[in-house]
């Protein structure tokens, strides 16, 4: 079975979700054959690569809230984030543009370590003094290297705007075709939606009916076509 992710590293939600969503895999008897897989989501696409500002400005700008009720919702998300066993900056973060991270991941994909790469970017993100946005590909680079990634690989793709850009795009664009209008957003064999970071149990519960209810594999012929199996291959008599 497979289960899509549609996140995106600067969702704080996202960071939270993910590890409930890891709690209820983790007790699912059928872990070892689920496939996760994490799809790429912009919370803030047309802002600049170097348009960085403090995470508070952005929400009180963003939303209209003052700056009293960003600080209480910074400071709850600190509470829900630590009560899954995460360590959550109230203070002092900032926010950018996601998309290097997102072109990154679809790179750290092909190298087997999409997973580590996006665990290490969301505590980069939400627990690290040391901003993901505001140093440069070189924050980028050693963070993708602690993932497991090659340091010299990684800096031809930041290089490089158009690599894993058209995955990047080509994920957001099935996230509309889908339904998706925010993130985080999972998809289970693409059966099953869960929006929003929902208790362990939700998608406990997930887990289990979309399990059950995989279509069994329907043979279209059911004749005695040779075929080869464990004990070797029949040969057909001679005319």
């Not at 704080?12 to 054959?33: M, S, T």
């Not at 400005?57 to 630590?82: C, F, I, P, R, V």
């Not at 209008?181 to 929003?196: E, K, Q």
């Not at 279209?220 to 464990?230: K, S, W």
Request: aromatic content about 8%; glycine content about 8%.
């Amino acid at each position: 079975m497979r289960v899509e992710i549609w996140s995106d590293i600067a969702c704080p939600w996202c960071y939270v979700g993910k590890a409930r969503f890891e709690k209820a895999l983790a007790a699912f008897p059928h872990r070892a054959d689920v496939e996760v897989v994490h799809r790429s989501f912009e919370l803030d696409p047309g802002r600049a690569k170097g348009d960085v500002q403090p995470v508070i400005t952005m929400l009180t700008a963003k939303y209209g809230m003052s700056a009293a009720q960003a600080q209480a919702g910074e400071d709850n998300l600190g509470a829900q984030a630590a009560a899954e066993g995460l360590d959550y900056r109230t203070r002092d973060r900032d926010h950018g543009n996601t998309f290097d991270m997102h072109r990154l991941l679809h790179f750290a994909k092909e190298r087997g370590r999409q997973d580590q790469l996006i665990q290490i970017l969301y505590r980069a993100n939400f627990a690290e003094e040391r901003s993901v946005f505001s140093e440069g590909d070189e924050r980028l680079v050693e963070l993708a290297v602690e993932a497991g990634l090659h340091a010299g690989d990684t800096r031809a793709v930041l290089a490089d705007p158009a690599a894993y850009a058209d995955e990047v795009r080509a994920d957001e664009r099935e996230a509309a075709q889908l339904g998706a209008n925010g993130v985080p957003f999972f998809v289970l064999d693409r059966a099953y939606g869960v929006s929003g970071a929902q208790p362990a149990e939700v998608f406990s519960q997930a887990l289990t009916q979309a399990w059950g209810e995989r279509s069994p594999l329907k043979l279209v012929d059911q004749g005695d076509a040779e075929a080869c199996g464990p004990d070797g291959c029949a040969v057909p008599p001679r005319a």
